[in-house]
Structures are given as C-alpha cells and as structure tokens.
C-alpha cells in the first residue's frame, strides 16, 4: 500500500497560482502511474494531470494544458502540480493517486487504488 499526502492548497484570486504537493511513502516506484483528479461540489471526480514515475511520460487534460505542469522529485518522493492562470471553474478537492504496474497514465478514477486525503483549492472571481 501507498501512503499519499497531499498538501499546497487554499484560496487563491483568478489568474493566480498554486502548487501542489504529494508525498508518497510505503515502497520504491518503477513503472507507476502517478495522477492528479479533481472533484467540485456535486460532480464526478475528474483527470487533470498524471505521469509515469520512471519514462515521466506525462498527460494532461484539456482543460489544463498550458496551464497546469506536474513534475516529480525523486528524491523526496514527492509529485507537484504546479497550477497557474487558475479559473473559477478550477475550484475543487485535488486528490492525488497511484497506480502500480502502469505503463501509460489511467484517466479514470477506478483504475486507482491508493488515494490521499485531498487538498482544497478554491479560485476566487
């Protein structure tokens, strides 16, 4: 099992920045998936970014890119997301998760098994 703990959101004017943190802990980690969901009040949760720990071949969804960069620091073992230009509509619990075994990045929250505890970003008009 993977320990995830994420940390680095909070309020935020539109147009501002954050970046998020996800320290993970419980093994070593090769050929991982490491992702970013989001979920708003009242809807599903969604993809926004992820990687493979060790090819970093990141993915991005739509509505982010260009906007938002995940990067890794292996040694803290430690996953960011820097998000920049937010939105209103970016307001949201960010959860990080991972995937073991992946050789692409699942974009669905099923394909996931262990969580963080999630981390609230809100994006003021």
């Known amino acids: 099992q993977v320990h995830l703990v994420e940390s680095g959101g909070g309020l935020v004017q539109a147009g501002g920045s954050l970046r998020l943190s996800c320290a993970a802990s419980g093994r070593t980690f090769s050929n991982t998936a490491f992702a970013w969901f989001r979920q708003a009040p009242g809807k599903e949760r969604e993809f926004v970014a992820g990687f493979i720990w060790n090819t970093y071949g990141a993915s991005y969804a739509d509505f982010v890119k260009d906007r938002f960069t995940v990067s890794l620091e292996k040694s803290k073992n430690t996953v960011y997301l820097q998000m920049n230009s937010l939105k209103p509509e970016d307001t949201a619990v960010y959860y990080c998760?991972?995937?073991?075994?992946?050789?692409?990045?699942?974009?669905?929250?099923?394909?996931?098994?262990?969580w963080g505890q999630g981390t609230q970003v809100t994006v003021s008009s």
């Open positions: 998760a991972v995937r073991l075994y992946a050789l692409r990045v699942p974009t669905t929250p099923g394909d996931y098994v262990d």
